[in-house]
């Protein structure tokens, strides 16, 4: 079956029973594919620059952008069609050259004629996305670095039967769940697979071979209760996580146990260093900085076992913070089905907040929930913040207020109450977006429901209450100040949220797995 890109899709993951014979084999194909990966797209670049130097396709650009279905759009499409061809830079050509680099160098006696035409579509894809800023510029991949090999189509040399995936005499079994207790592996081998990809991943100094089935269809489902309506506003920072329905508010941080690890990664990255210092001391200046130029670097044995520590840490952690970020994502589907959030900047989430973001991935959440949501027939609309401006609205006043980073508690204009948590606020304004635009008359209707959830106790928030105390004040607290407000809270009507009575009979406070969730009685739903 060829691909289809309109059809819904999704990937089940295998593991694979490869034998000790076919290993020898695997890692020659792999490197072969890397050559041939690294020589399309160098070519790929050239052919790149000479597309973007001709006069064709400067006059294309100069042509109006018109509208979406246009004649104006449709012929500045063509007119950048025609350069392409003129460059040779289009799929197909690369997918050809590709096959002749292949027939002209070694790799000929390892890959077949399927396999080079997707390291060919591969390749240009990266550089279709660089050409168009959706990304950086494409980088050669070293032999460790190139980790996928897939079929063109499950026709190909590399294909699925019979529980097994073939490529080309090598004959690799699935490893299967004996117990498989919701059937899910049952149900997805099920549905008709478009093609095989073959991954492998280091672990413990041994390559570790799986197979992706990219399987038609929807992904079948693990026995989750999902919600059948509502809509959901979700307040995205680099560590925390801001979600509120008609019935429940909370917040809650990314991935605890990720988190949790950073210690360890840094005392290995620590060694690394140490180790390298000590076995290069000639690559460094006098003040501790590297020289730059240096190629010959010496690696200890210790040192390459320390490396691939912290490369099996690595790969542990990544798969421990896909896990979480389901998890979470599931806990939310189960609240509402539609959900909005902003658009914000992951690039600059990535400059200002690097290690948080690094540790928590909230981009890859995301993708998760908005894959989620559009599976269980909702969806994950994320609107302009410039439009917007979620943080700066107060709807007691109906003004815009610029609030600087540190001050994470909304004040209220006029006589409009105390402050409630400045990430919970803005979730709770996302939901009365409609096309870019914020619904204050919604707002405004829905407040005197939603202020029980919203209005959350400040020592109650978690992590937040010296930041709060700097934002309102202006000036850091001693830390003595900071004792005596702790001792307060423990004693005052907005300390211990788990030992005391609800202050009214519409709110409830369950802390659950670090997550503050606050539900009406209408349904307390447990996360």
């Not at 279709?128 to 063109?152: C, I, N, V």
Request: glycine share 10%; with cysteine.
């Amino acid at each position: 079956m060829s691909r289809s890109p309109t059809s819904p899709t999704f990937v089940a993951e295998f593991p694979l029973s490869v034998p000790r014979s076919c290993e020898g084999p695997l890692e020659r194909r792999f490197r072969a594919g890397c050559h041939v990966y690294n020589g399309v797209l160098a070519e790929g670049l050239k052919r790149l620059g000479l597309l973007r130097d001709s006069k064709a396709w400067q006059a294309a650009r100069a042509l109006p952008k018109g509208e979406t279905g246009s004649p104006e759009r449709k012929a500045r499409a063509q007119a950048f069609r025609v350069a392409a061809i003129a460059a040779g830079f289009t799929a197909y050509q690369l997918r050809d050259f590709a096959v002749a680099y292949r027939k002209g160098c070694w790799a000929n006696d390892h890959l077949g004629s399927h396999d080079t035409q997707a390291l060919g579509f591969r390749a240009y894809r990266a550089l279709e996305q660089y050409l168009y800023g959706l990304r950086g510029r494409p980088r050669f991949k070293r032999r460790a670095q190139f980790s996928s090999m897939e079929g063109f189509s499950n026709e190909a040399v590399i294909r699925f039967r019979a529980g097994a995936v073939h490529w080309d005499g090598l004959v690799m079994p699935l490893l299967r769940d004996a117990r498989d207790k919701d059937q899910w592996e049952r149900d997805a081998l099920a549905c008709p697979t478009k093609f095989v990809r073959i991954v492998r991943r280091r672990l413990k100094g041994r390559w570790r071979y799986c197979a992706q089935l990219v399987q038609e269809g929807k992904a079948p489902s693990r026995g989750l209760i999902f919600a059948q309506g509502g809509t959901g506003g979700l307040d995205l920072g680099p560590s925390t996580l801001a979600a509120v329905t008609e019935t429940v508010a909370l917040k809650t941080g990314f991935c605890p146990k990720t988190a949790d690890k950073a210690k360890e990664v840094r005392l290995l990255q620590r060694k690394l260093d140490r180790s390298r210092r000590a076995t290069n001391p000639g690559n460094y200046h006098p003040d501790g900085t590297a020289k730059q130029g240096c190629r010959q670097w010496v690696r200890s044995v210790h040192y390459r076992q320390a490396q691939s520590d912290l490369a099996d840490l690595q790969a542990g952690l990544s798969a421990e913070r896909k896990r979480e970020h389901g998890e979470l994502a599931n806990r939310l589907m189960a609240l509402a089905r539609d959900w909005r959030t902003e658009d914000v900047s992951y690039l600059s989430f990535q400059k200002n907040f690097g290690r948080s973001v690094g540790k928590r991935a909230p981009s890859q959440f995301i993708a998760t929930l908005s894959r989620k949501a559009e599976n269980a027939g909702g969806s994950l609309v994320a609107f302009s913040t410039r439009t917007t401006r979620l943080s700066q609205f107060d709807h007691s006043t109906g003004t815009y207020v610029k609030k600087p980073l540190l001050q994470r508690l909304h004040v209220f204009g006029g006589d409009a109450g105390a402050p409630v948590d400045r990430d919970v606020y803005s979730a709770f304004l996302a939901r009365f977006v409609r096309v870019g635009q914020l619904d204050t008359r919604q707002v405004l209707a829905a407040w005197p429901h939603a202020e029980p959830l919203v209005r959350l106790p400040v020592s109650s928030l978690p992590n937040c209450k010296r930041r709060a105390l700097r934002g309102l004040g202006g000036r850091k607290p001693s830390d003595r100040a900071v004792r005596q407000s702790k001792a307060r809270s423990t004693k005052g009507d907005s300390g211990d949220v788990v030992g005391r009575k609800p202050e009214s009979p519409g709110k409830t406070l369950v802390p659950t797995n670090g997550v503050l969730l606050v539900s009406s009685p209408a349904g307390i739903p447990c996360l």
